[in-house]
């Protein structure tokens, strides 16, 4: 018999972590010791329940997913995280591994493939669902065809709240930095991908399927 497993789910969506709860919980040995609905809740409640696995959205409300990510391994460097997002594209499942997560799903993966990643996570095995495993071996690759894999995980943040439209306070505010230090590394990101402005920033971000 296996020994139970406790996960936290983080999604800001309450019926899918309704849904994702009644599916895990099938499973005589997986059971959901906390949810959360944003990455504020989610680490207060990883401190508090002391999950065997976390399952973390990375299309979160405030922080995102990957500065939470960061923030729960900082926190607990032995934390088994498994990042579960509709992202297809191979730069948000590179970017939630070098945070350290050990492994990424996305959502339109059929509910087999989720469970058994619950299973490796837990056994500390680095997992990604197949419907992404070939474009990352091809991301790999050819990183040079792709300019934001040079990004940090904190300057990948920063990157995707400047492109929702949040300003430099909004921004230190959700990554829990100074605005000052958020403007910084705005620059450091622009500096990286060789633009100049926000609207190449965008255009740079269209091409690049980063933003639909």
Not at 91 to 109: E, H, N, P
Not at 168 to 175: D, F, H, K, R, Y
Not at 201 to 212: D, P
Request: glycine share 6%; net charge negative.
């Amino acid at each position: 018999m296996r020994e139970i497993l406790g996960l936290l789910l983080v999604d800001d969506h309450a019926v899918v972590r309704e849904g994702y709860r009644r599916l895990l919980e099938r499973r005589s040995d997986l059971r959901i010791v906390g949810e959360a609905g944003d990455a504020a809740e989610g680490y207060r409640l990883y401190k508090e329940c002391g999950p065997d696995v976390a399952i973390l959205d990375l299309s979160l409300p405030d922080t995102g997913g990957i500065e939470l990510i960061k923030r729960l391994i900082q926190r607990d460097p032995q934390a088994r995280i498994l990042a579960f997002s509709m992202h297809r594209d191979p730069l948000f499942a590179t970017q939630a591994l070098r945070a350290g997560a050990l492994g990424y799903v996305t959502k339109s993966s059929s509910p087999d493939i989720l469970i058994q990643a619950v299973y490796q996570v837990a056994a500390r095995q680095r997992v990604l669902s197949p419907d992404i495993a070939p474009d990352m071996a091809l991301t790999l690759l050819d990183g040079a065809a792709d300019p934001f894999r040079e990004l940090s995980p904190r300057e990948f943040e920063v990157l995707r709240l400047v492109l929702d439209g949040h300003n430099a306070e909004e921004i230190g505010e959700a990554l829990h930095i100074s605005p000052k230090t958020a403007q910084n590394i705005h620059y450091q990101v622009k500096a990286k991908l060789g633009v100049r402005t926000d609207i190449e920033l965008m255009r740079l971000a269209l091409r690049q399927n980063l933003v639909q």
